[in-house]
């Protein structure tokens, strides 16, 4: 079997081609980067200045051209209005937001359903899928890719004046533990009661939607959740988070998640694997202390 794997974030196309590595050959297009032909793809293909309009022509004739089982969209804002160009000018169905993909005698593939409160496994004859970001942890091969950059026509579009986000410390995506808060942390100047145990953890802090987009406690960048980035922490400690199902949805990939809230019918306590019912401004304290 043969795959082609689109994906504007490299972090995204390593990520898939690791997954996919050993059940069929995969050639790979995406924005340059230097490590993601250690992967173990036959071909990584690069791309320079791709908007939407030249990157769904050249895959349109590319696609058109040359064979391949299945191709595999990393889900970014990109990637998801790319596959419903492609869906419609090659008249093909797309799965979208997969976390899983096995292929016997069918296609047996699982996503998130109902924001992410239920997983639906389906079986099926789709060739298309996009991919939800982290379904594994990246890992190098020994094989080597071949290399070759594309060339793009001229896009409609061009890039006048670039102004990058407020962010704050690294991209939560990465981290390994992660100190999330919600509104139940009561303020913004709370934030530093709780940084002794992120700093014990060596954890990212991260937040819910109203933490980072309502009330602007933390900067957008640090909102987890189905709106926000999806993470997939050895531990997700929740200082405050009631758990609404959108926050569920990003949270689904992390190994433990450790919730700690007063009012013990929050929905957390049905999603996480140890809970602790009580004033987070006591047990937090207590948790730093025992930490060292």
Known sequence: ???????????????????????????????????????????????????????????VDYLSKNKYDFIFISSTNTGRELAGILSYRLKMKCMPEIFSFEQ??????????????????????????????????????DKKSEVENMTLDKSNYKIVNVKSKNTAGTDIRNARVIVSIGRGLGSQEN???????VEELHAEIAGSRPVCLDYKWLSEDKQVGLSGKKVRPDFYIALGISGQIQHIAGIRGSKTIIAINKDKSAPIFEECDYGIVGDLFTIVPELVEKLK
């Open 1 to 59: 079997m043969k795959a082609l794997v689109f994906s504007d974030e490299p972090k995204n196309a390593r990520e898939i081609i690791t997954y996919l590595r050993g059940k069929m050959d995969i050639d790979v297009i995406s924005a340059e980067d230097k490590e993601l032909p250690e992967y173990g793809a036959k071909k990584v293909y690069f791309y320079r200045d791709g908007f939407i309009d030249n990157l769904s022509k050249f895959l």
């Open 191 to 197: 934030i530093e009661k709780i940084k002794p145990l």
């Open 104 to 141: 016997g005698d069918k296609t047996v593939t699982k996503r998130f359903f109902h924001g992410g409160k239920t997983v639906v496994e389906e079986e099926s004859n789709f060739h298309m899928f996009t991919v939800s970001p982290g379904i594994c942890e990246a890992e190098k091969s």
